[in-house]
Nanobody, 125 residues
């Protein structure tokens, strides 16, 4: 049984930093892609950052240069370091995992089979 569990959300002031963690269990696919998505009220779930088994990363334009995705294979953990946070980064953040079927990273939320429960990040101005 695959489980993804996020932690690290909370409230932070604009310009501050926060790190999200996602611990995984039961996920044994060789070719995979993991990522962070976010969703704010009234909006669809959008991709934030992706990282695949080859170490290839992809970021949404809105977070490039501010957010960094990384993993620790020994701990079965995925991280999202968020710096220079803005009020528009306020959202529920979700960790997700997918099998990678091609050299391209899956970027749509409906391509991901496994999801965490989400963690709220609130950035105040």
């Amino acid at each position: 049984q695959v489980q993804l569990v996020e932690s690290g959300g909370g409230s932070v002031q604009s310009g501050g930093s926060q790190r999200l963690s996602c611990t995984t269990s039961g996920y044994t696919y060789k070719n995979y892609c993991m990522g962070w998505f976010r969703q704010s009220p009234g909006k669809g779930r959008e991709v934030v950052a992706l990282l695949d088994d080859r170490g290839i990363t992809s970021y949404a334009d809105s977070v490039k240069g501010r957010f960094t995705i990384s993993r620790d294979n020994a701990k079965n953990a995925l991280y999202l370091q968020m710096d220079s946070l803005k009020p528009e980064d306020t959202a529920a953040y979700y960790c997700a995992a997918s099998v990678r079927y091609s050299y391209l990273l899956p970027t749509r939320s409906n391509e991901y089979n496994y999801w965490g429960q989400g963690t709220q990040v609130t950035v105040s101005s």
